[in-house]
T-cell receptor
Framework: GAVVSQHPSRVICKSGTSVKIECRSLDFQATTMFWYRQFPKQSLMLMATSNEGSKATYEQGVEKDKFLINHASLTLSTLTVTSAHPEDSSFYIC???????????????FGPGTRLTVL | SQKIEQNSEALNIQEGKTATLTCNYTNYSPAYLQWYRQDPGRGPVFLLLIRENEKEKRKERLKVTFDTTLKQSLFHITASQPADSATYLCALQTGANNLFFGTGTRLTVIP
């Protein structure tokens, strides 16, 4: 199946700093990628949809100026958490849709996630 | 309000038995329903997808049913093994980009 990678897998930063997380589709081109956030014992919540070559679409309640998304190529999307605070500590997961999946449903392939801890 | 509820937060089952996980939803009209496996500290892994007009889908030891009248999906793992221990998530898809997840059921298969 399609493979999606994320980097870094784990990051610890000080409050007020910015953190960039990369999401790559390794063996397919993804025009659309998704960023999710998961707090302990809670479900994955969609933050934004990242479209190659255009602006990201943010879900209600997600600050676009705080969570900057750049989808510069068909295999790379980045999420930058700006001026991070302890409440931003969470598990961030990206996913990508493989167009070659034949359009059956919306089979999304997920990355391994990035654990962000803001001190 | 919209809700996706998975029957229990945790389920323990003896090895070799069939595990049955439940996903109930309200105020959604999903075109597809998907099941994922998530191991601790990892991203979800896609298992099965079932369309709204399908009643049942199978893949090896996995079986999924989808009842749009009851607004419920059942996920079965037959001949369960300790390696099946993980959190299982159901997800509803209502549109091209709209995938909504339940909170998951943590399954433990006891040897």
């Amino acid at each position: 199946g399609a493979v999606v990678s994320q980097h870094p897998s784990r990051v610890i930063c000080k409050s007020g700093t910015s953190v960039k997380i990369e999401c790559r589709s390794l063996d397919f081109q993804a025009t659309t990628m998704f960023w999710y956030r998961q707090f302990p014992k809670q479900s994955l919540m969609l933050m934004a949809t990242s479209n190659e070559g255009s602006k990201a679409t943010y879900e209600q309640g997600v600050e676009k100026d705080k969570f900057l998304i750049n989808h510069a190529s068909l295999t790379l999307s980045t999420l930058t958490v700006t001026s991070a605070h302890p409440e931003d500590s969470s598990f961030y997961i990206c996913s990508a849709r493989d167009p070659a999946s034949g359009g059956v449903g919306d089979t999304q392939y997920f990355g391994p996630g990035t654990r962000l801890t803001v001190l | 309000s919209q809700k996706i509820e998975q029957n229990s937060e945790a389920l323990n089952i003896q090895e070799g038995k069939t595990a049955t996980l439940t996903c109930n939803y309200t105020n959604y009209s999903p075109a597809y329903l998907q099941w994922y496996r998530q191991d601790p500290g990892r991203g979800p892994v896609f298992l099965l997808l079932i369309r709204e007009n399908e009643k049942e889908k199978r893949k090896e030891r996995l079986k999924v049913t989808f009842d749009t009248t009851l607004k419920q999906s059942l996920f079965h793992i037959t001949a369960s093994q300790p390696a099946d221990s993980a959190t299982y998530l159901c997800a509803l898809q209502t549109g091209a980009n709209n995938l909504f997840f339940g909170t998951g059921t943590r399954l433990t298969v006891i040897p």
